[in-house]
Each structure stands twice: as C-alpha cells, then as structure tokens.
C-alpha cells in the first residue's frame, strides 16, 4: 500500500545543490526522497531525515521508487556536469542527461507524479548572447554537448508532458556558487580559487579577465525551487541575477572574502570559451517572487566561510 503522505524525490540530492534542496524541502515539512549514485555526490551531505536511495537514473527502477515512496514532485538534478567532460565524452554525456532525463519523465508519467522541476542552465544553453540580457526567449545556441544536452532535455520533458497532467518546470540557472560547491560546476572557478586562496596559493586567470558570467547564490536557487513546486508553475524561467559580473572582478571579490587580496597570475585565453553571459530575470520575479537575491560580495563571504571550515566534500 502507499503511504499516505506525498514526497518529493531529489536527483543528485547528494550533490552541491540538490542536498541544499534536500534541506530545505525537510524544512518546508516535506518527505525528501534523495537518488543519487554517488558518482561525485557524498552520502554526507544528505541530511538527516532524507530517505537515501543510491543508484543511478540509467539503470534505477524509477517507476517502482515513485510509487513506492508516493511521489508527487521530482527535482531532477542528477547529472553529468562538467562541460569539458561533456567535450571528451559526448555519448556518456547524454546518456547521463538526454536518456537519464527521459527514463525520469516516463517514469513520472507512469506512476501518476505531479510535477518535474528540470535542472536547465542559462549559461550553456543559449550561446553568446544576442544582445543583453538573455530572456527566455533568447534563441538557444548551445556551444557544448553539455548545453545541448540540457536542451534536448527540457525538450523530452515538455514533449512527453504535453497533453498530460504532468507539471514540467525547466528552471535555466545561471552560475551557480555556494557553500558545497567544488571545481566542476558553472561556477567552479569560484571554488578553485577560494581553496588555493585559503591555502596561500596563487591563482589563474585565463584570458584578459574581461569575460562576464551572471553569479546566482545557491539559497536562492533553493527558493526558486520551493516556488516552483508550491506554485506548480509550468514553463522555462531563467534563475540568476541580471547581473554581469567580469572574471576580472570576480577575482578580486573572491580575494576579499578570502582576506587574501593577492594578484591573480595571468595566462592564455581559453579557445573556445563563451565571452559574455548574463540572463535576463524579470519572469522569475513574477513567476516565482525572486525579488530580493543574495549579493554577491555577501553569498561569497558565505563560501569563504564555508570553505574555511570544510574544504572536504562534508
Ligand atoms: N552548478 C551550476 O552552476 C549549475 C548551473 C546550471 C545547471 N546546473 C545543474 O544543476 C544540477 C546539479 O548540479 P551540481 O552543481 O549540484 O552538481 P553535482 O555534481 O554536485 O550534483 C550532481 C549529483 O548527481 C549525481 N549523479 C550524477 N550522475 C548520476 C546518475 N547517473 N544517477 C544518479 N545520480 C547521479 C552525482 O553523484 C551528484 O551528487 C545538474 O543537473 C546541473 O547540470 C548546475
């Protein structure tokens, strides 16, 4: 029989942002299922209270866990994140994030879920921006097999969904940075920099420094969740902060809540590498209430101080 209380399954609820959400749903009063196959997740970081289930979306007997734990809301974020990775291996790429993404919809479908809030990314999947600030309707122009990849996923999604009761959400990111986060995501340059920082070491900055990134905290990322599932809210919405931030500056932000205001060397442009990238967040404002973010200097202080304490996965 079902247990009667609904619950909210986290993909890769091991991981930098899904353990974050993992905490929050707990706290929102909610049952927290976490699968993860722990391929760069740690069983530490699902909080206490999170019914952890380890295995991976590929293989995973998705069907029967949703039923089992009576699931109505699945935040999907299990996936292969690295984009160089995503360069070497483009078939284990979107065997994890294409095939993985579809096994989680029809899984949805069949055992009656409400809603699929999708991990998307603002910053791989529309390209060098056409003017600023990438909107939602921004064409999409993945550069990296990881962005078409979370592309082609959004699409599954919506596809399969259409005609049903199935809510999909693809929330587009921005670069994402915060306490647990480490070298691989979006935003990994943060987390190289903080820990050679805070180990006295001395940094890299790749190309002229004048290559801009839109920084989101992961707190608010955590509240976009919780409104996109309390709200059931249907679509694409791009979660960052509008604002356009130069690696350049980044650095020197980074080094002052480190304390470590020592300069960067400087080495060759990286081939290849997006120039400018900035989302455009009004709908977010409105269809989620994300008014009021984290600024940067202030979400940075938090992941310095989080890395002062536990440079470690913990
Ligand atoms: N970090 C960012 O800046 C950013 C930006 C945009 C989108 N995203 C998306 O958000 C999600 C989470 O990213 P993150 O930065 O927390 O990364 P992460 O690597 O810390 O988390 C991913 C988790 O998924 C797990 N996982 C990987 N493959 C799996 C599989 N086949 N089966 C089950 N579990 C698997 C990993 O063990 C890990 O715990 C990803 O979908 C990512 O694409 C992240």
């Known amino acids: 029989m079902m247990p ?14 899904g353990s974050h959400l993992a905490e929050a749903f707990l706290a929102d009063g909610k049952k927290v299922v976490v699968l993860d196959d722990l391929s760069t997740g740690h069983r530490s970081r699902v909080p206490k ?63 009656g879920v409400a809603q699929i809030v999708f991990a998307s990314s603002g910053g791989a999947i529309y390209g060098d921006p056409e003017g600023f600030a990438a909107d ?8 990296s097999p990881y962005g078409v990849a979370k592309l082609a996923g959004e699409k599954y999604l919506f596809g399969l969904a259409h005609g049903t009761s199935l809510v999909v959400t693809a929330l587009r990111f921005a670069n994402v940075y915060g306490p647990r986060q480490d070298g691989r995501g979006e935003a990994g340059v943060i987390g190289i920099w903080m820990k050679t920082l805070l180990e006295d070491g001395e940094c890299l900055i790749n190309g002229g420094g004048d290559q801009s990134r839109d920084f989101v905290f992961v707190g608010d990322v955590v509240k976009a969740n919780l409104a996109a599932a309390a709200r059931r809210k249907a679509g ?14 980044l650095y020197d932000l980074v080094a002052a809540a480190c304390g470590t205001p020592r300069p960067a060397r400087r080495g060759p442009a990286k081939s290849g590498e997006q120039m400018r990238s ?23 202080s938090r ?9 470690s996965p913990a």
Not at 68 to 86: E, F, G, M, P
Not at 136 to 143: A, G, M, S, Y
Not at 303 to 311: G, K, L, M, N, S
């Open 236 to 249: 694409v919405i791009n979660v960052g902060t509008g604002v356009e931030t130069s690696v350049n500056r």
């Open 303 to 311: 992941t310095a101080a989080w890395f002062r304490r536990a440079p």
């Open 4 to 17: 009667e209380t609904r619950s909210v399954l986290v993909t890769g609820g091991a991981g930098f942002i």
């Open 278 to 300: 900035v989302l455009d967040v009004t709908k977010s404002r409105t269809a989620l209430g994300l008014t009021t973010l984290v600024a940067l200097p202030n979400g940075l």
């Open 49 to 111: 209270g999170a019914n952890f289930v380890e295995g991976d979306i590929r293989r995973f007997d998705l069907e029967g866990l949703l039923k089992d734990a009576n699931v109505d809301t699945i935040l999907h974020y299990a996936a292969q994140i690295d984009v160089r990775k995503s360069v070497e291996d483009p078939v284990f790429d979107a065997e994890v994030n294409v095939l993985g993404t579809i096994r989680i919809a029809q899984a949805a479908l069949a055992a």
């Open 136 to 143: 939602e309707n921004h064409p999409t122009n993945p550069v």
